[in-house]
């Protein structure tokens, strides 16, 4: 069976994984640690437990049980003190303290869950996201940086991990032995990048022999990447590889709704491209097509950061398809 | 199969199933629903649930599951907002919304915990405990009755369920299926007696072939039935079931130890017997024996109501031992 590693963070994968696991494929999803928004915030913050966001909507994505459970999942509560919270992520955490472990906890919730494939964080070391600004401004984990409006404005210096988290070796091992890796898609700085901060991560991308996809995304975030081509985020995502790695990425062409463009405009723009060549850079293949979901989408009410979620988003089957044509297996 | 169907409340029933689920037996448990304390009180308050906590229990009881998974159930969370919540609790809270319906609640519950036998709550109204006092003041609620001082002084008026709550259909079904009904142990007022206020119930017990065994508590709780001798409460349960019903009674006559006695001397005197007969009534068997677990006993810290559990408990083993050779099964 092909192996094929996803690298991502909570929604991109969760369409990703939802699309790939209807083929006949090892799956193993490799997830960003450093979210710090919302429900997983307040956990992290009251509990100092592990963000379990990321890692319950891959663990939903790649779930076997009945429909009923997954709902439980992704239940978020309404009222009272509990208000906002996804009771996947009590689980997880919960989990995390009975276990005294995040790694065992995440293993012992796909058991239960009937997880077809694997979620691997990317690390389990407790670490955070920082971004320096241009004028040395400090921006602090995920929730802050997400929200700040001047991070393209005056320039990203550096982004980094603090403390400096290991690589969980189950990812090393999975990449090094794939035969694709699919990076994205997902928000840039906070769920694409995150993973590749993360040392032992690139350099295991590097050696492995697999081919490697970029996820180019519908859009880019207001404030963040506005100006970002594809070619920006295909070069961005390289240059934390340690050079020219990416094969080949795909690119969607299908407009969404007048409607919906107009209504995200304060949030996003679509990824535009710097021309029309078919290669990036000479090397990486630009795969377009059509890989909008024309569907509506819905947030829960609890969902305190609903607002913040993907409107615009990838259709998981038409995505798959072409992923699964480039291992030659659809 | 023999088919055994207990009724009681939480911890009563948790000892009394751990107990009775090592053996070759069809176990039903019936399950009081009228608890408003603790975790569960403020679940029934802020979400507007039916009281989770003793089906939680009676589940993790019967469950089959990997150690982890039953310690998860029982694990309170020791921070922040959630503090003191079972997630157990949480588990049935969230499935209850996402199911719509309690009693479904129960049943995928019990599915994921692989439970051995079935927990049934004795109804699936939403309804409270009420208990007047003979000089008509009213308390309302499991947790209001439980801390009120001056039950045993100023007497009991009555003791009725409102809203009035209807009988599970599943479990008069299986009183009236039953080979031996085991009431108790359990909290007088507050975890046996809720059970038998619910229409439909004693009748089916009345109704039912099945032998009727009622375990004796070891302590007679202070300020509520502090003056009862093992023979009042035999007459207390066969008034609430129409007559004379129980066949037998199991009552503890080894002595905890000095320390654990004083210890526990302001919540709870040691039960007594009026008299030495071998009958109560002419026609109730007492069974006497060493019934006694002389283990030590630990709560969790985040248990906020921990100092008002029994600390002076029964041993399941010899208690089940004792239930099975009425049954000719040991």
Known sequence: MK???????????????SGLRRYPVALSAIVSMTDDGGSTGVLRD??????????????VALSDSPEILRKLM?????????????????????LEKVTGNFSEAVMEASRVLNVKGEVIPVTVSDT????????GRLLRGENEINQDMKVEQIGVKRIFLDPKPQANPLAVERLLGADLIVIGPGNHYCSVIPNLLVPGIPEAIRESSAQVVYNGNLVSKRWHTDGFMLEDYVEAVDRLLGGPRIDSVTYNTRLPSEDLLKKYAH?????GRRSGDRMIGGRCAVIEGDFLDTRPVKYS????????????????EKLSRVLMALLEIA
């Open 3 to 17: 192996r094929i590693v996803t690298i991502g963070g909570g929604t991109g994968s969760f369409m990703l994984l």
């Open 46 to 59: 009251e509990l100092g437990v592990l963000p379990p966001g990321d890692v319950r909507q891959c663990l």
């Open 74 to 94: 992704k239940y978020r509560f309404e009222d009272g003190g509990l208000a906002g919270h996804s009771f996947g992520n009590l689980f997880l955490s919960a």
């Open 128 to 135: 955070n996201l920082f971004l320096e600004l241009g004028n």
């Open 267 to 271: 949030e996003a723009v679509l990824t």
């Open 301 to 316: 009410r609890a969902d305190k950061i609903a607002a913040t979620r993907a409107f615009i988003r990838h259709d998981a």
